[in-house]
């Protein structure tokens, strides 16, 4: 099997040569909505996770069938369905987090990275393919979305999951924890990767 092809290509390249946020910049309001604490950031990367694998698993299984004309509109169906199934979980385990959350679990329905995978990659490819390609898209947005929960808690709240890890002498960042500081994390991280890439480049 040829090498861009290859099931580890597929995971890897979401990790970092096409990461979707770092990278092709997707799902970005999310990503700056929710990261101000990582338990937040980790249970909207799982969520995501969820929805893409599974969005990918039946779409993968059903593509063949689908008619080119209504081809978006039984994505977003399909995508719907693990979005509420998402939603009504968190919302009856977790409602404190469901509430932390609020409308940014619904709206995977129209996050680009779930349906950007499925017309550019799982409708073209096999479905192995395309379930490793899900699980490394998946995973490449959980630790950008996680790395930036982690920032923006310990500089902005002191602590990492609730735990402090700081002494009494510091003073929290609080525009950490507001828009400005989501959007200046980022672009940290943005410029951390393209410095990366071209130092690879050289």
Sequence with gaps: ??????????FIKGLFKENPV?????????VLAVSNTAINSISMGLAVLFVLFFSSFVIGLIK????SQV??????????????????????KFPDISKALGPYVPLIVVNCI?????????????????LF????MSVGYIIVIL??????????????????IFGSWFHPLIVMIL???AFLTLGVFVGLMNWISSKRRA
């Design 1 to 10: 099997m040829n090498k861009k092809h290859s099931l580890g290509y597929d």
């Design 22 to 30: 770092l990278i092709q910049l997707l799902g970005l309001c999310s």
């Design 64 to 67: 063949n069938i689908i008619p």
């Design 179 to 181: 828009p400005p500081g």
């Design 114 to 130: 779930i349906l950007g995978r499925q017309e550019a990659f799982t409708q073209k490819n096999p479905l192995l393919n395309s």
């Design 133 to 136: 390609d899900a699980l490394g």
């Design 71 to 92: 081809r978006i509109p039984s994505f977003i169906v399909v995508i719907a369905t693990f979005v509420t199934i998402a939603d009504l979980f968190f919302k009856a």
């Design 147 to 164: 790395a930036l929960g982690i920032v923006r808690e310990a500089l902005g709240f002191g602590t990492v999951f609730g735990f402090r």
